[in-house]
């Protein structure tokens, strides 16, 4: 059986990805944390672009963007979570390929210097919800993206829906609610063990306190929401 380590910085939303997908597949792990500001020698040796995630296998072969490391393991390790039909695949592809897009729009708040800027980047958030919505319209009934199974799709969205929550008990948003299908997936996809590589409190307190950390303009409400938490 092939050895893997995933590295990672603690609250990287790309390497949860794919922790999620290792996790669905019962994938055994190492799971090795860095630090952001201080990347070891031996990290940089593996990582091409010297960013997380790395998949490592056999500590020989590193893998590389967490798109790339999803679609490896899907095709070599069962139970596939990409649709066995090639157009279902192809589109279930195109919404992963959205992701980025997806996350920007999401959690562009969190990095706003000012309350115009906030305001600006909260207005992005129900162009990208919508698109989701509409998109689950299509798909059927079901706790997930294809309905009542999981898919690699759930994996790639998974985190930063999370982050969505997060940022919405740091400052109410009021968006999600406007989208019922998208909330109920939502919901679903944070209620699902795989989705946590930690405890959730512990988590959350975590990403609250990296969002003080950056001094932009949503830091001043991190304290208030980690008192109303508790």
């Known amino acids: 059986m092939a050895k893997y380590l995933l590295v990672s910085f603690k609250t990287c939303p790309w390497v949860q990805r794919a922790a999620i997908v290792l996790r669905e597949k019962k994938i ?3 799971f090795r944390h860095i630090e952001r500001d201080n990347r070891p020698d031996w990290f940089l040796a593996i990582s091409p672009h010297k960013k997380v995630p790395v998949l490592r296998i056999d500590d020989r072969v ?6 790339a490391i999803a679609e490896y393991l899907d095709e070599t390790i ?3 979570l990409h649709p066995k039909d090639p157009v279902a695949r192809a589109v279930h592809r195109a919404w992963t390929d959205y992701v980025p897009s997806f996350a920007a729009a999401v959690t562009g708040c969190a990095y706003a210097d000012s309350e115009a800027d906030y305001r600006k980047a909260v207005d992005n958030i129900p162009v990208a919800f919508e698109r989701l919505e509409k998109a689950l319209q299509t798909q059927g009934s079901g ?8 898919s690699l799709v759930d994996a790639a969205y998974a985190p930063f829906l999370q982050r969505y ?11 999600i609610e406007k989208f019922p299908r998208l909330q109920a997936w939502s919901t679903a996809l944070v209620e699902r063990r795989s989705t946590h590589s930690f405890p959730p409190a512990e988590f959350e307190a975590m990403y609250r306190q990296n969002v003080k950390r950056r001094n932009k303009w949503l830091s001043q409400f991190v304290d208030a929401a980690a008192v109303a938490a508790e």
């Open 28 to 30: 055994e792990f190492e």
């Open 78 to 80: 069962e139970p596939r």
């Open 62 to 67: 590193s893998l590389f963007e967490s798109n």
């Open 165 to 175: 929550d997060f940022l919405d008990r740091i400052k109410p948003l009021g968006e």
């Open 143 to 150: 706790r997930y993206f294809k309905g009542a199974s999981y």
